[in-house]
């Protein structure tokens, strides 16, 4: 029972051509861009409750659905992706980013709206801008099976009149657009915030794989679909937060909560550590990839990134980003996701099988870290972390799939080992190596 959720919405055809550069993005990309009935802004306004510090803390618990069924569906998946890449090659199509569900794995928190206020269980995903909960007349299972927003319990509740529908890699929402208070822990109050209601939902969103109610988005507005401002947008905006910025961590176990997400401040026993780089693009929390690395040998595994590297000195800065291979940091994706030449070369590397990305659980100790290039810096994960070892069956695998030669989606498995603040006035990303 285990889905891929993949950059919730980072798929879109909109969204792939903007985090790329539109102008890189291949003509005839093979995705039907999100249907948005109306453009028009809407006026969002947000407040404090009675907590004034600006500082908010959000627990997050991780849903991991480990049954050995699905474990076998994602290996099989894995290996048809990698044998369809074997035999047609990415080239420009894109569209091979749009996946099935194999597998349920991620991190979801409680929010409230409304008064008095209805309660959901949101994944917060940095991988798109929207909020949506299912909407009480939605008939779609998927609404059925989980709490349903009744708007007319909700005395702030207000219909904008605006129809949203939302195509993500792994899924299809519509609804309406409405506004009424989101709290998000016991007190950042978003006012008039807007988010969809759904009156349709694919079964990607049914049960038991997602058992979260909704989405949270916490990408940028340029990422949000109608026209929506995005929730972290409002928080800057309104001064909400004592410092513009969120934190997550997101813990592999842990007894208490499986993770965290603080809003307007962050862990400090990491300030020294962290390594801030540059957002790419105004969508999400994307950034350039310039290379993966085995240990500390020399060859490049970044399938094409040499090329580019080896043209910096005549290229600008901007040039350069624009020409490099683009990651989002997704905390709504399940695995790494990238192409397949890269991640085939990876796994031959460490003695992996290319198509089900098993391999011996006796070697793994021996293995190295692999580092990744982002924004120019070095971040490593090492073998227990980039290798998934599945008790239940004994099996180890790689935490990988291709999907996309265009946009890298460095998901749960990069999280869990680096602690991550965004900025959200200075669109930078903090990192560092997780330790606590
Ligand atoms: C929503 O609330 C109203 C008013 O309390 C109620 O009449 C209606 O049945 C509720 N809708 C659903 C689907 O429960
Ligand atoms: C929210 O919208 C309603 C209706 O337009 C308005 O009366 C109210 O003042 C707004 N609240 C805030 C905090 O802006
Ligand atoms: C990252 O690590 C690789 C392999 O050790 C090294 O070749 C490269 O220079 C490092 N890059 C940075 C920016 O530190």
Redesign the pocket.
């Known amino acids: 029972m285990r889905i891929i959720l993949i950059g919730l919405v980072a798929i879109s055809k909109v969204a792939i051509g903007a985090v790329i550069g539109i102008d890189d993005a291949p003509s005839g990309i093979g995705l039907d861009g999100p249907t948005i009935y109306d453009q028009e802004g809407v006026k969002v306004h947000a407040s404090f409750a009675s907590d004034a510090e600006g500082s908010f803390r959000v627990p997050l618990f991780l849903k991991d659905g480990l049954d050995p069924e699905s474990k076998r569906r994602e290996r099989m998946e894995r290996s048809r992706r990698m044998k369809s890449f074997a035999e047609k090659p990415p080239s420009s199509d894109v569209s091979s980013a749009m996946l099935t569900n194999v597998r349920d794995y991620y991190y979801y928190g409680y929010i409230d709206i409304g008064n008095p206020p209805q309660k959901f269980s949101v994944v917060f995903d940095t991988g798109s801008s929207n909020i949506w909960v299912p909407g009480d007349a939605c008939k779609s299972s998927a609404c059925v099976e989980h709490r349903r927003f009744n708007t007319s319990q909700s005395g702030s509740f207000m219909n904008t009149g605006k129809k949203i529908q939302i195509q993500y890699g792994t899924g299809f929402i519509a609804g309406d657009v409405g506004q009424d208070t989101v709290k998000v822990s016991s007190s950042v109050m978003l006012r008039n915030q807007s988010f969809a209601v759904t009156n349709l939902e694919d079964r990607t969103f049914e049960l038991p794989r997602s058992q979260f109610d909704g989405l949270f988005g916490l990408g940028f507005t340029g990422g949000s679909e109608g026209g929506v401002r995005a929730p972290v947008d409002t928080m800057v905006d309104e001064n909400i937060l004592r410092e513009p910025l969120f934190g997550v961590k997101l813990f592999r176990s842990s007894e208490k909560s499986n993770g965290e997400i603080t809003f307007g401040s962050y862990d400090k026993s990491y300030k020294d550590k962290l390594q801030w780089i540059d957002v790419y693009g105004n969508y999400f929390w994307a950034t350039t990839m310039e290379g993966i690395?085995y240990g500390?040998?020399?060859t490049n595994y970044l399938y094409g990134a040499d090329k580019v590297n080896s043209l910096s000195g005549t290229l600008t800065p901007q040039e350069k980003a624009r020409a490099s291979r683009k990651a989002l940091l997704d905390t709504g994706s399940s695995l790494l996701y990238g192409d397949a030449f890269t991640l085939a070369a990876m796994s031959t590397r460490i003695g992996a099988n290319v198509l089900s990305g098993e391999i011996p659980c006796s070697v793994v100790p021996s293995l190295k870290p692999f580092?990744f290039?982002l924004g120019?810096?070095?971040f490593s994960m090492s073998p227990s972390e980039y290798i998934y070892h599945d008790e239940s069956s004994g099996v180890c695998e790689v935490q990988w799939m291709p999907v996309s030669e265009y946009l890298w989606v460095l998901g749960i498995p990069f999280l869990q080992s680096h602690y991550t603040v965004y900025n959200i006035k200075e669109h930078k990303i903090g990192l560092a190596k997780m330790t606590h």
Do not use: A, L
């Open positions: 690395y500390d040998e020399p580092k290039v120019g810096k070095n």
